[in-house]
């Protein structure tokens, strides 16, 4: 596409997306925030944690590639908006859930609301980027990243004091969400049509690479995912686990050290996407896979502070990762984009229910310390990348 043709950056589009996803990811963040508090009310074991987090994980990714392919040929603007009211159902259940099978049922909603927001508001920001896609991925991941990170610590100072009844609070959370994809949706409308306009002159892009390339660089980035995934787990669901274990802090203070921990993520999103722009995805995911080993290495070993500024710097590497992976996947199937974007949420949930719940088998059987020093390695499987087609997608 020339200059001259290249439709704007919709910066107001992808501002609100990524403030939409800050709501959305906030409201997810509330379920392993709230651990340690229902780990102690029902008596919980590590296991069953790790179960609670399945649970959320496959029923927010068995569905996303279904809506992402559904989509790709009949585009729903409106369907995040049908989303967030699962969340909401979700949300409100868990405040009121008396018994561990609700809490499963509870937080099942959470992730079938999640499932059905995340393809099409992808698209919707590969729609409004104007060509700058780490920069449009990047804004809408860094309110994700940013929504998870709050959860914690609104936990800390909400629900922690408040107790598990205090989750009906956010259910204003969801509301403004609701309004806010309304907005998007129209514009979303509008950019489909443009987008219709354009394809039906120029013609359908194809894939760069022959089927069976794109076999492998798909197999390879999703292996890539499930590696980043099962050592970010290890953090989501156990780090709090891990701080008052080893170091003897209080439920609050663990919950502060996760806020800081995650809210990393969010400058790393927007980095990676950026900064992915200008060099290209390839060598992104080289740096942001493979780079953070020495540090993963060292973390078991440290005294709090180091554990504290190696965790960050850790989450910091690896979160530029995500971008960058369904970017690239996304230039390797152009008209899939529902799809890929489906497919790579979906395994970023689902996957990390896997990670979660064997996790959560071996923090029981051998101890969060051995667990942290087994996940240290995981890093290594950025070598993979070295199988993965190049593919020049600065700016694309």
């Given at each position: 596409?020339?200059?001259?043709?290249?439709?704007?950056?919709?910066?107001?589009?992808?501002?609100?997306?990524?403030?939409?996803?800050?709501?959305?990811?906030?409201?997810?963040?509330?379920?392993?925030?709230?651990?340690?508090?229902?780990?102690?009310?029902?008596?919980?074991?590590?296991?069953?944690?790790?179960?609670?987090?399945?649970?959320?994980?496959?029923?927010?990714?068995?569905?996303?590639?279904?809506?992402?392919?559904?989509?790709?040929?009949?585009?729903?603007?409106?369907?995040?908006?049908?989303?967030?009211?699962?969340?909401?159902?979700?949300?409100?259940?868990?405040?009121?859930?008396?018994?561990?099978?609700?809490?499963?049922?509870?937080?099942?909603?959470?992730?079938?609301?999640?499932?059905?927001?995340?393809?099409?508001?992808?698209?919707?920001?590969?729609?409004?980027?104007?060509?700058?896609?780490?920069?449009?991925?990047?804004?809408?991941?860094?309110?994700?990243?940013?929504?998870?990170?709050?959860?914690?610590?609104?936990?800390?100072?909400?629900?922690?004091?408040?107790?598990?009844?205090?989750?009906?609070?956010?259910?204003?959370?969801?509301?403004?969400?609701?309004?806010?994809?309304?907005?998007?949706?129209?514009?979303?409308?509008?950019?489909?049509?443009?987008?219709?306009?354009?394809?039906?002159?120029?013609g359908a892009a194809p894939s760069p690479f022959p089927p069976s390339k794109v076999a492998l660089a798909m197999f390879v980035l999703i292996f890539l995912m499930f590696t980043k995934n099962a050592y970010g787990e290890s953090?989501?669901?156990?780090?709090?686990?891990?701080?008052?274990?080893?170091?003897?802090?209080?439920?609050?203070?663990?919950?502060?050290?996760?806020?800081?921990?995650?809210?990393?993520?969010?400058?790393?999103?927007?980095?990676?996407?950026?900064?992915?722009?200008?060099?290209?995805?390839?060598?992104?995911?080289?740096?942001?896979?493979?780079?953070?080993?020495?540090?993963?290495?060292?973390?078991?070993?440290?005294?709090?502070?180091?554990?504290?500024?190696?965790s960050v710097a850790i989450n910091l590497i690896m979160a530029s990762a995500f971008a960058s992976i369904m970017i690239y996947a996304m230039d390797l199937m152009p008209n899939r984009v529902g799809l890929v974007g489906g497919?790579?949420?979906?395994?970023?949930?689902?996957?990390?229910?896997?990670a979660a719940a064997i996790l959560g088998v071996m923090a029981d059987t051998y101890g969060l310390s051995t667990v942290y020093r087994i996940c240290a390695l995981l890093p290594l499987a950025g070598l993979m990348a070295w199988?993965?087609?190049?593919?020049?997608?600065?700016?694309?």
């Open positions: 596409m020339s200059t001259l043709t290249r439709p704007k950056t919709q910066f107001a589009v992808l501002i609100v997306l990524g403030l939409s996803h800050f709501l959305n990811d906030l409201m997810q963040s509330l379920i392993p925030a709230v651990y340690p508090i229902i780990k102690e009310s029902y008596a919980l074991d590590f296991v069953q944690i790790g179960i609670i987090t399945f649970t959320f994980q496959i029923a927010g990714s068995i569905l996303q590639p279904v809506v992402g392919a559904v989509t790709d040929k009949r585009p729903a603007p409106y369907s995040p908006v049908v989303g967030m009211m699962f969340t909401l159902s979700g949300l409100v259940c868990l405040a009121r859930a008396h018994d561990y099978t609700q809490i499963l049922i509870s937080v099942a909603l959470i992730g079938i609301g999640s499932s059905i927001f995340h393809p099409e508001a992808t698209r919707m920001a590969r729609y409004a980027s104007g060509g700058r896609q780490g920069l449009a991925q990047g804004i809408f991941q860094v309110g994700g990243q940013a929504g998870g990170a709050l959860g914690p610590l609104l936990a800390a100072l909400v629900i922690v004091p408040k107790g598990q009844g205090s989750l009906t609070w956010f259910a204003v959370v969801a509301l403004l969400a609701m309004g806010l994809l309304t907005w998007t949706g129209r514009q979303h409308h509008q950019n489909i049509k443009q987008l219709a306009a354009r394809r039906a002159s120029a953090f989501r669901s156990f780090y709090t686990f891990y701080l008052i274990e080893h170091f003897g802090l209080s439920v609050t203070a663990s919950q502060m050290m996760l806020f800081v921990f995650l809210f990393s993520a969010a400058a790393g999103a927007l980095i990676g996407g950026i900064v992915g722009d200008k060099i290209g995805r390839y060598r992104v995911i080289w740096i942001s896979v493979l780079g953070p080993l020495p540090l993963t290495l060292m973390l078991p070993y440290v005294d709090l502070f180091w554990t504290g500024v190696l497919l790579f949420y979906g395994l970023n949930f689902g996957l990390g229910g896997v199988f993965l087609p190049r593919l020049d997608t600065r700016g694309s």
